[in-house]
T-cell receptor, first 114, second 111 residues
Framework: EAQVTQNPRYLITVTGKKLTVTCSQN?????MSWYRQDPGLGLRQIYY???????DKGDVPEGYKVSRKEKRNFPLILESPSPNQTSLYFC?????????????FGPGTRLTVL | KQEVTQIPAALSVPEGENLVLNCSFT??????LQWFRQDPGKGLTSLLL?????REQTSGRLNASLDKSSGRSTLYIAASQPGDSATYLC??????????FGKGTTLSVSS
């Protein structure tokens, strides 16, 4: 089954404790991206990657890091989480073979930073 | 910068009604748009994708239209059911990568 998976699905942590949210897709997509969703603000892009070793900032990159060492994986790293990073996070992927391709989203990771 | 507005923010209807959700955008230079469904606290389910060269797409009881000249897209839901209750999001793919989302319309269908 074609899918985007994220782990963990739920995470409660404390300020300053480094964490990684994993994202993996099995569709051989070149493009992968991370979004966060907050009440009243909607979904906003954090980082994206056009292919292996190619990453770039989205609209709200502060406090986050990403890496793309393999085509299927795109982890989101919070080096020193803060309470304002409490949010619902989504990973997405799409093929770049055409400009009209739809994006596929993972199930989301609900992060709470105390 | 592209701005996406969804009206209304919330909508309550009785079961069986046909309804229209609206999405407007400010920049017509789009590649495609997607309509998503999101259940509370859950992920995004893609409902329909309309390419910029298309006018509409249909899937079951859902029909999405795109009018680039007026900067509007609509999602039509026929014969609504309680199971349709969710938040519906429209999103535009403008530069080929990032999706620009509206804030959504929360639909409640009562039985």
């Amino acid at each position: 089954e074609a899918q985007v998976t994220q782990n963990p699905r739920y995470l409660i942590t404390v300020t300053g404790k480094k964490l990684t949210v994993t994202c993996s897709q099995n569709m051989n997509h070149e493009y992968m991206s991370w979004y966060r969703q907050d009440p009243g603000l909607g979904l906003r892009q954090i980082y994206y990657s056009m292919n292996v070793e190619v990453t770039d900032k989205g609209d709200v990159p502060e406090g986050y890091k990403v890496s793309r060492k393999e085509k299927r994986n795109f982890p989101l790293i919070l080096e020193s989480p803060s309470p304002n990073q409490t949010s619902l996070y989504f990973c997405a992927s799409r093929s770049l073979a055409g400009r009209y391709n739809e994006q596929f989203f993972g199930p989301g990771t609900r992060l709470t930073v105390l | 910068k592209q701005e996406v507005t969804q009206i209304p923010a919330a909508l309550s209807v009785p079961e069986g009604e046909n309804l229209v959700l609206n999405c407007s955008f400010t920049d017509s230079a789009i590649y495609n748009l997607q309509w998503f469904r999101q259940d509370p606290g859950k992920g995004l389910t893609s409902l329909l994708l309309i390419q910029s060269s298309q006018r509409e797409q249909t899937s079951g009881r859902l029909n999405a239209s795109l009018d680039k000249s007026s900067g509007r897209s609509t999602l039509y839901i026929a014969a609504s059911q309680p199971g349709d209750s969710a938040t519906y999001l429209c999103a535009f793919n403008q530069a080929g990568t990032a999706l620009i989302f509206g804030k959504g319309t929360t639909l409640s269908v009562s039985s």
